[in-house]
């Protein structure tokens, strides 16, 4: 799981290729539309997310995950988000530090903030609807253990569970939501 959260094309991608066989991809609206613009399609993204997440975690506890990032460890935050208006409970979980460039202006903190709750449906709506606008990025949400990850963005949802027959199981309940894309992305 290290650096799974960090933001980063090249990242991102090197964490799908590891959890392939894990790892299903589901669009938020019909015909892969990115961002809702009624109160109808917001209805349907967080229908969507919602069904997934109690499939998911339904009756357990789960840990609720936010972030933001800084120049330096305990800064504020490098961009404004409604991050501790929506996600006001949580305490910063890790701080992934990146410093591999000798220039400390280039230095991000990645930090992440978590609560644990019990899942309940809608319990989330505030932070899934920020991110279906992108104003608020890499939230997940996960089991206690950590082998079912819920990572919802604008456009979607990579949900990655621990073996491919899991991952099997929830894709087919909801063949209609994949995307048409030949890798699944």
């Not at 840990?63 to 988000?81: E, H, I, K, L, R």
């Not at 400390?104 to 609807?129: I, K, M, Q, S």
Request: glycine residues 8%.
């Amino acid at each position: 799981m290290e650096g799974a959260a960090s933001v980063g094309t090249s990242r991102r991608s090197h964490v799908s290729h590891s959890v392939r066989g894990s790892l299903v991809r589901f669009h938020s609206l019909p015909g892969s539309k990115r961002y809702p613009e009624s109160e109808d399609e917001y209805a349907i993204v967080l229908d969507r997310y919602n069904t997934i997440l109690d499939e998911l975690f339904a009756g357990t506890d789960v840990f609720v995950v936010t972030m933001d990032w800084s120049n330096t460890p305990t800064g504020p935050a490098g961009y404004p988000t409604p991050r501790q208006i929506l996600h006001p409970g949580s305490i910063r979980w890790w701080t992934e530090s990146e410093q591999d460039d000798p220039n400390p202006e280039f230095h991000t903190h990645t930090r992440l903030y978590a609560d644990r709750r019990r899942w309940n449906r809608g319990c989330v709506d505030g932070l899934l609807r920020a991110v279906a606008d992108e104003t608020l990025v890499e939230v997940f949400i996960a089991d206690t253990e950590l082998r079912c990850i819920h990572h919802p963005y604008d456009g979607g949802a990579d949900v990655i569970l621990a073996t491919p027959a899991e991952c099997d199981r929830v894709r087919d309940q909801h063949t209609d939501w994949l995307s048409s894309h030949p890798a699944g992305f």
